[in-house]
C-alpha cells in the first residue's frame, strides 16, 4: 500500500526545534556516518563532464549508428526519442534525485530506504565489474591499432605476403579483416579453442588498467581532472570528421540511407526491445555510477535540468556519430561499388567483343570505358537486361555494400579503418579516431569503477579509510582476471559478457529500483522529497511514468529479451581462418553454462539481502519481545514520515511490519 506524503514546509512552520530534529533525525545520522572523502564537485563543469562522460561511450559510435540503419533510419530516431522522454530521462531523473537527496552510492540509497533492497546496489556493483573487465579489454585493442597508426602506409592497407605470395586469408578476405583477426587478435576458429595469451593484447590491456588506476586512485578529484580532456576531446574529433567525411564522394548518399524513413519497422516487435535497450544503455541506467556522480552535488541542485541536459547531449552525440559514421561508411561504400561496376563493365565489354548480343540488350553507356560509367546507369540497365547475361556480372548495390561489417568492433576495427586507410594523410585520421574511442571508453571506465567503489566505500568503513589501496586491489584485480580476454579466444568471450552478463541484470535492477520507489517507498512521498530539495515540485506527470509507463515497459522489455534468450540458442560470431570468413556459431553447453551463472550470480544480492534484512528484522523483534515480557509493542509517540526515512523503521513504529514480511 502506497504511503502518505510527507507534510509540507508549510505544514511544519509552527514546530519546535525538538520536533525538528525528529522530522530529519535520521537523514542526520546517515549524513554523519558519509565517510569524510565526499568533498562534492568544485564546479557544476565538473559534474557535466563526468556523467555526459559517462554516458556517452563507445556505444555511441558503434552501436547506435548501426541500429539506426538497419531498422529504419529517421523512423528509428523517432522511436528513439519518444522511449527517451517516457522512459529514458524519467528513470535518469530518478536516479539522479536518489543519489543527490541521500548523498550515498547505489548500495547505501537503497538500503537507506530500506534495509530490505541494499542487495539493488550490490547487485549494480557486480554488474559494473563484469562491464569493467571486458571494457578495458575494448581500450587495450584501441592501443594497439593507436600505436600501429604511426606508421606509412599503414599495416592494415595492403595484405602481406609470404615468399612473394599474397597470404591467402588476407586475399580471400580483406585487409582490415585480415589484420584485425590475425594480426591483432591472432584469433581462434571458435571458443572451445581458447588458444595461448596474446602478449601485445595483454600489455595494452595493462597500459589500460594503468591509466584508470592513475586516473582513480584519488576518487573524483583525480578522475575529473582527466575528464576534462576525455569528456571534450572527442566531439573535438568527431566535427573534424564530420567537416572531412562531408567533403568525399559518397558521403551523401551514405547519409541519405541512414535517414531514409521505414515508417513500417514500428509494428515490429524487435525493433521496439532494441530501441529501448539502446536508450536503457546509452544512459547508464542501472550501473549506479549516475546516482554515485549525483551523489557529490550540493542537495539543492537542479538534477531535474541535469536529466534532460545529459540526456540531450547524449543523443546529440549519438546523431553526430552517426553522421560521422554514415558519411565516411557512405565514401567506403561508393569507393567499394564503383570498384564493382568498373569490373563488372569489363566483363560486360569482354562478352560484346566475343559474342553475338541482341542489339537491343547494349548498354546506352560506353561500356569501352568503364570508368566513365556511372553507378546509376550501371544499375538500370542491370535490372533490365543482367539476368540475360551469362558470367559474374552483379547489381552493385550500395546500400548492401553500406551493410558490411557496421556493428560493435566490426565497424570500429574493420570497416571505418579501410575508410579512413582511403583518406590522404590516412595515418593522422587513424590515430585521431582510436585516440577518440580511447578517450571514450576512459571516460566511461571512470564512470563504470565509481559505479564500484562509491558504494562500497560508503558501506564499509574500512574501505573509505583505504580508498587509494582498494582503488590499486580493485584495478590489479580487473587486470588479472581480464586475462581471460587476451587469449586468442578472448573476443569471443568479449561478446559474451557485452550480450549477457549485464543486459538482463541490469533491466532487472532498474526494475526493482523503479518498483521500489514509486510503489514501496511512493510515488508521491520522492516527489516531497523532490520538492524539498529543489524548492518546486516537479509535475506530476512523473508519478504515472514511474509507477505505470516505465514500469510496464522495463517489464516488457525483460519480457521480450528474456523469451529471446530461451526461444533461440545463443550465438556468437567466429572467424574461420580456412574460410576466411565470419560465420555464427551456437555457443556450447559449457559457455551456456557460464552465461547463466554470470546471470545469476549478479542477481544474487537482491534476494540475499532481502533474506538477510528479513531475518534481522525477525532477531530484532523476538529480543525485544524478550525484554519487554509481550508479543507487540506498543508506541505512543505521534511521529511523523520524514523525508527519506527507513521504510523499515515507518513500518515497526506503524505496526505493520508483519504484513510486508
Not at 575494448?138 to 594497439?144: E, K, M
Not at 540488350?361 to 569501352?368: D, G, K, T
Not at 516527489?527 to 516537479?538: A, F, N, Q, S
Not at 565470419?582 to 559449457?590: C, F, G, N, R, T
Request: charged residues 15%; glycine residues 8%.
Amino acid at each position: 500500500m502506497e504511503k502518505q506524503p510527507l507534510p509540507t514546509e508549510d505544514d511544519m512552520t509552527g514546530t519546535t526545534e525538538s520536533e525538528v530534529s525528529v522530522f530529519t533525525g535520521e537523514e542526520s545520522q546517515q549524513a554523519l556516518s558519509e565517510p569524510p572523502a565526499r568533498a562534492g564537485w568544485n564546479s557544476k563543469i565538473e559534474y557535466f563532464l563526468a556523467q555526459v562522460g559517462f554516458s556517452v561511450g563507445l556505444g555511441n559510435v558503434w552501436r547506435f549508428p548501426y541500429l539506426c540503419h538497419q531498422n529504419g533510419g529517421g523512423a528509428f530516431l523517432l522511436l528513439y526519442v519518444l522511449l527517451m522522454l517516457v522512459v529514458g530521462i524519467p528513470l535518469f531523473f530518478l536516479e539522479l534525485a536518489a543519489g543527490q537527496a541521500i548523498r550515498q552510492g547505489s548500495i547505501g540509497v537503497w538500503k537507506f530506504i530500506s534495509p530490505r533492497l541494499a542487495g539493488i546496489g550490490y547487485s549494480s556493483c557486480v554488474v559494473c565489474f563484469f562491464v569493467a573487465l571486458y571494457y578495458n579489454v575494448i581500450l587495450a585493442w584501441s592501443f594497439f591499432y593507436l600505436g600501429n597508426s604511426f606508421q606509412h602506409p599503414l599495416p592494415w592497407i595492403q595484405c602481406p605476403e609470404q615468399g612473394n605470395v599474397t597470404v591467402k586469408e588476407c586475399e580471400k578476405s580483406s585487409p582490415t579483416s585480415y589484420f584485425w583477426y590475425r594480426k591483432a587478435l591472432d584469433i581462434t576458429d571458435s571458443i572451445d579453442d581458447t588458444g595461448s595469451f596474446n602478449p601485445y593484447i595483454t600489455c595494452c590491456l595493462l597500459a589500460a588498467w594503468t591509466i584508470v588506476c592513475l586516473g582513480m586512485f584519488k576518487g573524483i578529484k583525480s578522475s575529473v581532472k582527466v575528464m576534462y580532456f576525455s569528456s571534450i576531446f572527442p566531439y573535438v574529433v568527431l566535427f573534424c570528421f564530420l567537416v572531412r567525411g562531408l567533403m568525399l564522394d559518397g558521403a551523401s548518399e551514405g547519409i541519405r540511407y541512414m535517414f531514409y524513413p521505414k515508417l513500417e519497422i514500428w509494428g515490429d516487435v524487435q525493433v521496439w526491445r532494441q530501441a529501448a535497450t539502446q536508450v536503457f544503455f546509452a544512459l547508464g541506467l542501472g550501473f549506479g555510477s549516475i546516482i554515485a556522480y549525483s551523489s557529490y552535488n550540493p542537495r539543492n541542485n537542479n538534477c531535474h535540468r541535469d536529466a534532460f541536459t545529459v540526456s540531450s547531449i547524449n543523443f546529440l552525440t549519438s546523431v553526430l556519430a552517426t553522421l560521422v559514421v554514415f558519411a565516411v561508411l557512405g565514401f567506403r561504400a561508393k569507393g567499394n561499388v564503383m570498384e564493382c561496376v568498373v569490373s563488372n563493365v569489363k566483363e560486360l565489354s569482354e562478352q560484346f567483343h566475343n559474342s553475338h548480343v541482341d542489339v537491343s540488350r547494349m548498354p546506352s553507356f560506353n561500356y569501352s570505358v568503364p570508368q566513365s560509367v556511372s553507378l546509376e546507369d550501371y544499375r538500370t540497365w542491370f535490372k533490365q537486361h543482367g539476368a540475360n547475361f551469362s558470367g559474374n556480372l552483379t547489381d552493385c548495390d550500395l546500400e548492401k555494400e553500406m551493410q558490411k561489417g557496421v556493428e560493435g568492433t566490426g565497424l570500429a576495427f574493420i570497416a571505418f579503418t579501410e575508410a579512413m586507410s582511403l583518406l590522404p594523410g590516412s595515418p593522422f585520421w587513424s590515430a585521431l579516431f582510436f585516440l577518440m574511442l580511447l578517450n571514450l571508453g576512459l571516460s566511461t571506465m571512470f564512470g563504470t569503477m565509481e559505479g564500484i567503489l562509491a558504494p562500497l566505500t560508503d558501506r564499509f568503513k574500512t574501505l573509505a579509510n583505504n580508498k587509494t589501496k582498494f582503488t590499486i586491489i580493485s584495478c590489479i584485480i580487473g587486470f588479472v582476471i581480464g586475462l581471460l580476454f587476451t587469449q586468442r579466444s578472448g573476443n569471443y568471450f568479449v561478446m559474451m559478457f557485452d550480450d549477457y552478463s549485464a543486459t538482463l541484470p541490469l533491466i532487472i535492477v532498474v526494475v526493482f529500483e523503479t518498483f521500489s520507489v514509486s510503489w514501496l517507498y511512493g510515488a508521491d512521498r520522492f516527489l516531497d522529497d523532490i520538492e524539498v530539495m529543489l524548492g518546486w515540485r516537479p509535475s506530476v506527470i512523473y508519478k504515472y511514468l514511474w509507477k505505470y509507463i516505465c514500469l510496464l515497459a522495463m517489464l516488457g522489455l525483460l519480457g521480450a529479451t528474456g523469451i529471446r534468450m530461451v526461444i533461440t540458442r545463443p550465438t556468437y560470431m567466429a572467424w574461420n581462418q580456412e574460410k576466411a570468413s565470419e560465420e555464427h556459431l551456437p555457443y556450447p553447453d559449457w559457455a551456456l553454462a557460464v552465461l547463466a551463472l554470470l546471470i545469476i550470480f549478479a542477481m544474487m544480492p537482491v534476494p540475499v539481502a532481502l533474506i538477510h534484512a528479513l531475518l534481522q528484522e525477525r532477531t530484532k523483534r523476538i529480543s525485544r519481545e524478550a525484554e519487554n515480557g509481550q508479543y507487540s509493542i506498543v508506541s505512543t509517540d505521534d511521529k511523523f514520515e520524514t523525508a527519506m526515512t527507513d521504510m523499515t523503521d515507518l513500518d515497526q513504529r506503524n505496526g505493520t511490519a508483519d504484513s510486508f514480511s
